[in-house]
């Protein structure tokens, strides 16, 4: 049988090609609303768009997959509305502008719009934004250490405490202004008695180095306290809150004889128990090195 080609498909199938590409760059529909919103506050969703007021057809705002709001340009009346959890929903005289009153946390969510022409026919939907309800931090964080002083060789414990907000603010530790390892760090977050606020505390816990001291003998620690973890788009945060405490060190040198003696014994042990290890020697042998080595301490 021969190739037939159905080239009334082919066409159509190219024109529609090209019409879906020419609808695609022309319109453009973006959703205009923060990414992190203040408990109780005001939020305004503005569906911004490129079609022509001629051509519109219908907008739609759009949460967590369901609709919110919908205007028809032909329909009487043109606008629905639907609930909104944790929120009032208010119409504004833009039609392709919504605002939510006195947010709670359940107003949290991920928004969209999507917007239709009428000729040709055709939807473009906005990307979607994850907004988020929170309540910032209402003071600095607070650093608190059980000494004024600490002496190189000591552990130094330190806890920053954030004010109560929500989400948990995510803490770093600074020394000298270098970040910590996560590792020599401790976070919890614990319940206040504010409903639904938790305050995180973040422990550090390091060993205090000869090199942590600067010039004027002050180790400086400080921490960050901020909503989200990471920095957004623009480098900023949601909430950002910070605080600085300077801590005196004292390099006490140990007194040069028992620091040397003690360092001599401790060699002498390790050495020993590295033969052992090493060589599998048996009890009886281990017990004779173990009494020359008692003897040994007890001569020098
Ligand atoms: C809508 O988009 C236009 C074009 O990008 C821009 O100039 C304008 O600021 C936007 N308006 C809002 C409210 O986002
Ligand atoms: C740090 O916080 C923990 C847990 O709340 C507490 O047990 C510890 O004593 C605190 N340490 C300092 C130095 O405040
Ligand atoms: C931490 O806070 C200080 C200001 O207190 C700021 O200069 C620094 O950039 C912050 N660091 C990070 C990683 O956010």
């Given at each position: 049988m021969p190739c037939q080609v159905d080239w009334k498909r082919v066409v159509l199938v190219y024109v529609l090609q090209i019409y879906s590409y020419t609808a695609a760059v022309v319109v453009w529909v973006q959703l205009d609303v923060p990414r992190y919103v203040e408990y109780r506050s005001t939020v305004t969703l503005i569906c911004n768009h490129s079609v022509s007021e001629n051509v519109l057809h219908k907008i739609e705002f759009i949460r967590n997959e369901y609709k919110i709001f919908q205007y028809i340009?032909?329909?009487?009346?043109?606008t629905q509305m639907h609930k909104v959890p944790g929120a009032e929903l208010q119409p504004t005289s833009a039609m392709n502008v919504i605002k939510l009153k006195d947010?709670?946390?359940?107003?949290?969510g991920v928004y969209s719009c999507d917007v239709s022409m009428a000729t040709p026919i055709y939807t473009v939907g906005s990307d979607s934004v994850n907004m988020e309800v929170i309540v910032p931090q209402s003071e600095d964080p607070r650093i608190t250490f059980k000494k004024p002083y600490y002496v190189v060789g000591e552990i130094l414990e330190a806890n920053c405490t954030s004010s109560p907000a929500h989400p948990a603010p995510h803490i770093t530790w600074f020394i000298n202004g270098k970040e910590v390892d996560v590792f020599l760090v401790r976070t919890f977050p614990i319940k206040t008695r504010e409903n639904q606020l938790m305050s995180t505390v973040a422990q550090l816990s390091i060993e205090v180095s000869a090199?942590?001291?600067g010039e004027n003998g002050r180790l400086e620690i400080s921490c960050n306290s901020t909503i989200p973890t990471y920095p957004m788009q623009n480098g900023q945060y949601a909430d950002f809150k910070s605080e600085t405490k300077s801590i005196k060190i004292i390099s006490v040198p140990l007194t040069p004889s028992t620091a040397s003696s003690c360092h001599r014994e401790n060699v002498v042990l390790l050495t020993i128990s590295g033969i052992i290890a090493t060589n599998g020697i048996t009890n009886y042998l281990q017990s004779i090195v173990v009494k020359l080595l008692g003897l040994n301490l007890i001569v020098s």
């Amino acid at each position: 049988m021969p190739c037939q080609v159905d080239w009334k498909r082919v066409v159509l199938v190219y024109v529609l090609q090209i019409y879906s590409y020419t609808a695609a760059v022309v319109v453009w529909v973006q959703l205009d609303v923060p990414r992190y919103v203040e408990y109780r506050s005001t939020v305004t969703l503005i569906c911004n768009h490129s079609v022509s007021e001629n051509v519109l057809h219908k907008i739609e705002f759009i949460r967590n997959e369901y609709k919110i709001f919908q205007y028809i340009k032909d329909r009487t009346p043109p606008t629905q509305m639907h609930k909104v959890p944790g929120a009032e929903l208010q119409p504004t005289s833009a039609m392709n502008v919504i605002k939510l009153k006195d947010v709670g946390f359940e107003a949290s969510g991920v928004y969209s719009c999507d917007v239709s022409m009428a000729t040709p026919i055709y939807t473009v939907g906005s990307d979607s934004v994850n907004m988020e309800v929170i309540v910032p931090q209402s003071e600095d964080p607070r650093i608190t250490f059980k000494k004024p002083y600490y002496v190189v060789g000591e552990i130094l414990e330190a806890n920053c405490t954030s004010s109560p907000a929500h989400p948990a603010p995510h803490i770093t530790w600074f020394i000298n202004g270098k970040e910590v390892d996560v590792f020599l760090v401790r976070t919890f977050p614990i319940k206040t008695r504010e409903n639904q606020l938790m305050s995180t505390v973040a422990q550090l816990s390091i060993e205090v180095s000869a090199l942590h001291a600067g010039e004027n003998g002050r180790l400086e620690i400080s921490c960050n306290s901020t909503i989200p973890t990471y920095p957004m788009q623009n480098g900023q945060y949601a909430d950002f809150k910070s605080e600085t405490k300077s801590i005196k060190i004292i390099s006490v040198p140990l007194t040069p004889s028992t620091a040397s003696s003690c360092h001599r014994e401790n060699v002498v042990l390790l050495t020993i128990s590295g033969i052992i290890a090493t060589n599998g020697i048996t009890n009886y042998l281990q017990s004779i090195v173990v009494k020359l080595l008692g003897l040994n301490l007890i001569v020098s």
